[in-house]
């Protein structure tokens, strides 16, 4: 059985129908128009959303109707109900037919980057980016339909550049993001400030100690103490393992292991809630036993191979590592009957 739409999408759509077959009555004004900003923001949402490319057409019909100066602007939403379709060479047709330097074109262009990275055309989605972003290099547009791209097309571009094994340029591109979220976005940007920590301690980790690296673990932690104090859930406890990391890199093993120790009973706590959501794959909590283990067992291995084997103690430190392996190994049973579980539950429910 398909899922109901909400009540919010219900009045979405009606109000999407209210738009497209009823005469618009503010002002003609296209310029600094608030209403209209929010139109195409309405209409874009249709078709990123609701996947409703049609009814957004319909929009942009009425719009240029009641808005003949608007006809480049429209042609944003084209594109994107064009891109939507996986119709690609007509959006590029389109987007031929204006002015390069044209920030509505510079938008189709990010659409048609964001419609490639969709259908995993991970090259083109590159050089469509490098090109675009050469070009903002410090400050972000202001014109609206392009930045209603940007700040999605920089999250895109970051996740290409950390698969890409370019943690650092990857952080990068999340300074661009962050300025243009506005305060009711609290958990987004907690989202974005921890997965920025996270790429710029994967870079750090591999660089010698000096002031570059010593800024970036300034910025991870700053980002992750941040995080820490927003609340407790998943990115609480990734921020955690998060400042232990940074501990870690600069030298500080009785610290991270400290950090680790004192917070686990919370980060239990949060995989417990995870679990009755049925989000226990999220869990910080394996991540935090696993990285305590492996401190350990680091810790036994230096010991077992000194001159002076310290046999009683290298072997505490690896009783103490097959115990956080152990907790590890526990919650990887419980998703795995989690996951059985669910599967028989779908027969069931598929024979009857």
Known sequence: MQPTLSKWRFGLILSALFMAFTPVS????????PLLDREFEFASGLIRILSMPDLAEKVMDQVDVTFPEAKERTKVIRAEALIARRRFKQAEELVSTMPKDSPKAQAIMLALADGYFQVGETERTRLLYVEFFNRYTNAAPVDPDLKRFYRDSAYKYGQMLSMRNDPLNAAKMYDKMIPL???DERDQIRQIKLEQAELLLRAARDMPANSERA????KARANSDE???GGMDLWFGRAVTALAQADLIEGYDE?????????MVMLKKVDEKLSETGMISESPYAGARSLLGNIFKD????LSNTREVR???ALRFLERSASGYESLWKLIVRVNQRDGNLLESAKKNKTT
């Open 181 to 183: 979220m506005g305060a």
């Open 26 to 33: 503010f002002s003609q004004e296209t310029n600094a128009n």
């Open 255 to 263: 610290r991270a292991i400290d950090l680790l120790q004192k917070n």
């Open 299 to 302: 810790r036994a291995d230096v």
């Open 311 to 313: 046999e009683a103690e």
């Open 215 to 218: 800024g970036m673990l300034k």
């Open 227 to 229: 995080v820490v104090w």
